[in-house]
Nanobody, 120 residues
């Protein structure tokens, strides 16, 4: 059983910062990638950032230069440092773990989400 538990969400003023945490129930090296997605009410879930098992990072254009994804392998935890927050960053943020299987199959695992609200 794979469990992902997010924490660190809350209410913050525009321009402020938050750090989200995602604690995994097993070594994050067992996944090909770990990442963050977000979903605002009435919107589709969108990609925010990810980090591969090799340490390569990707960011959505909307957060590039403001957000940083990192990991602590000993704690089985992935972080999302969010700086210069904007009201449009308001969403439920979900942790994602991805496994690339044979024949191109992809397995995605998800946490239950943590709410981030940015006031203007």
């Amino acid at each position: 059983q794979v469990q992902l538990v997010e924490s660190g969400g809350g209410l913050v003023q525009a321009g402020g910062s938050l750090r989200l945490s995602c604690a995994a129930s097993r070594s994050i090296f067992s996944f090909d990638g770990m990442g963050w997605y977000r979903q605002a009410p009435g919107q589709q879930r969108e990609f925010v950032a990810d980090i591969s098992s090799g340490g390569n990072r990707n960011y959505a254009d909307s957060v590039k230069g403001r957000f940083t994804i990192s990991r602590d392998n000993a704690k089985n935890t992935v972080y999302l440092q969010m700086n210069s927050l904007k009201p449009e960053d308001t969403a439920v943020y979900y942790c994602n773990a991805r496994l690339i299987r044979r024949y191109g199959l992809v397995n995605d695992y998800w946490g239950q989400g943590t709410q981030v609200t940015v006031s203007s």
